[in-house]
């Protein structure tokens, strides 16, 4: 954010925001080969996990998300994902404060393999997931 006087008195504000190349060029790609981005899919509905929530309901993790729906034949129903599951790392990336779930999880494109660290009834166990495409209407 920048603020500042333009030198006859009044106050210049500008608020900008920056996209890494790589990123950029990425989506144009996608977009010229298919019309669209391709988004990594798991198939989950979540709540997410944060210390407050953690306190609030005795959560054994404290950064993460708790998982409330698995889709039929999604990634995550044939990885053995359930209801109730937490997640909390996806691969070697901890879910916390500066790593959401969503933003870690579109650091991935569909095809790409990922490891899953759940907490289910007190046990923590690693899951091999297979991303696919978000379906587009």
Do not use: C
């Not at 954010?1 to 030198?7: A, S, Y």
């Not at 599951?85 to 916390?96: E, F, K």
């Not at 500066?98 to 790409?112: A, I, M």
């Not at 490891?115 to 379906?135: C, D, M, P, W, Y």
């Amino acid at each position: 954010m920048i603020v500042r006087n333009t030198g006859s008195g009044t106050v210049a504000e500008g608020l900008g925001f920056s996209i890494p190349i790589n990123t950029a060029q990425a989506v144009a790609t996608q977009i010229i080969q298919k019309g669209y981005v391709a988004h990594p899919y798991l198939g989950i509905s979540y709540q997410p996990i944060t210390p407050d929530v953690a306190a609030a309901y005795n959560l054994p993790v404290q950064w993460g998300v708790y998982v409330t729906r698995v889709a039929v034949n999604s990634p995550a129903a044939q990885a053995g994902l359930q209801p109730g599951d937490m997640i909390n790392q996806i691969d070697t990336v901890p879910l916390d404060a500066t790593h959401s779930y969503l933003n870690t999880l579109f650091s991935y494109k569909p095809g790409d393999q990922i490891t899953l660290s759940i907490v289910r009834n007190g046990q923590t166990f690693q899951a091999k997931v297979t991303l696919t495409e978000e379906a587009h209407n």
